[in-house]
């Protein structure tokens, strides 16, 4: 069957994107488009073909994105990649129609969180965290020994780095150990304890030190930041 290739306009509409799943895995493909930041892609057999459900915000995805998911469909090969990467270069616009919109603010001065956050997700969970991320607010107050320089939300999933951290005295390391730190937890690396669960178990521990520069970051922080 003749793949149909995808017109050179900034965004699809809903037929030319069924059309294109249909042509590209030659199966019947029912679609339904969604505003579902929590399941944003969805793929189901049913005895009258592929179920696709999809957030809105694939409209705009190019080629390589659709092409994995038609490999996903085709193949059941896990979209992995260029899917998730679609979604964390597109979060800010995920609650857009909800009048309490996350405000994703992910370059600072010296930092772009999200290009960090992209290259620990391929290095070390091999981009299998979908969080977004954004720095947090800005604090009036000069209290630092005790500031906190990350936080993950999970009911929002995403996570927040501590302004103070966007400066040029704060090694990139240092950065990126605070983004990795908070990426373990998106992951869920905890541990069942007496009917609740560790956030800093063992294991979590364990997978705190595969960061390479983990030791740097320790030391940087005893003698630069608490100091």
Same mark, same amino acid.
């Given at each position: 069957? !003749?793949?149909?290739? @995808?017109?050179?306009?900034?965004?699809?509409?809903?037929?030319? %994107?069924? $059309?294109? #799943?249909? +042509?590209?895995?030659?199966?019947?493909?029912?679609?339904?488009?969604?505003?579902?930041?929590?399941?944003?892609?969805?793929?189901?057999?049913?005895?009258?073909?592929?179920?696709?459900?999809?957030?809105?915000?694939?409209?705009?995805?190019?080629?390589?994105?659709?092409?994995?998911?038609?490999?996903?469909?085709?193949?059941?090969?896990?979209?992995?990649?260029?899917?998730?990467?679609?979604?964390?270069?597109?979060?800010?616009?995920?609650?857009?129609? !909800?009048?309490?919109? @996350?405000?994703?603010?992910?370059?600072?001065?010296?930092?772009? %969180?999200? $290009?960090? #956050?992209? +290259?620990?997700?391929?290095?070390?969970?091999?981009?299998?965290?979908?969080?977004?991320?954004?720095?947090?607010?800005?604090?009036?107050?000069?209290?630092?020994?005790?500031?906190?320089?990350?936080?993950?939300?999970?009911?929002?999933?995403?996570?927040?780095?501590?302004?103070?951290?966007?400066?040029?005295?704060?090694?990139?390391?240092?950065?990126?150990?605070?983004?990795?730190?908070?990426?373990?937890?998106?992951?869920?690396?905890?541990?069942?304890?007496?009917?609740?669960?560790?956030?800093?178990?063992?294991?979590?521990?364990?997978?705190?030190?595969?960061?390479?520069?983990?030791?740097?970051?320790?030391?940087?922080?005893?003698?630069?930041?608490?100091?």
């Amino acid at each position: 069957m !003749k793949q149909l290739t @995808l017109p050179l306009v900034p965004a699809l509409d809903e037929q030319s %994107l069924k $059309d294109y #799943f249909q +042509a590209t895995t030659a199966k019947p493909v029912s679609l339904t488009l969604t505003g579902n930041t929590v399941s944003m892609l969805s793929i189901r057999e049913r005895e009258a073909g592929i179920s696709i459900r999809l957030h809105r915000m694939f409209l705009n995805a190019g080629p390589d994105v659709l092409d994995e998911i038609c490999i996903f469909i085709k193949r059941r090969k896990k979209p992995i990649l260029k899917v998730r990467e679609f979604i964390l270069r597109n979060q800010a616009c995920l609650d857009a129609r !909800k009048p309490r919109a @996350l405000n994703i603010k992910s370059t600072g001065r010296y930092y772009n %969180l999200l $290009d960090l #956050f992209i +290259a620990l997700n391929r290095e070390y969970f091999k981009s299998s965290v979908p969080s977004a991320i954004t720095w947090g607010k800005r604090s009036l107050r000069r209290v630092v020994r005790k500031r906190r320089l990350g936080s993950y939300q999970r009911d929002r999933d995403i996570i927040r780095i501590n302004p103070v951290l966007d400066s040029s005295t704060v090694p990139r390391y240092f950065v990126e150990f605070v983004i990795y730190h908070e990426m373990l937890h998106a992951a869920g690396v905890v541990e069942p304890c007496y009917g609740r669960q560790r956030v800093h178990s063992k294991e979590f521990k364990k997978r705190e030190k595969l960061f390479k520069y983990y030791e740097q970051a320790l030391q940087w922080e005893r003698s630069a930041w608490r100091a």
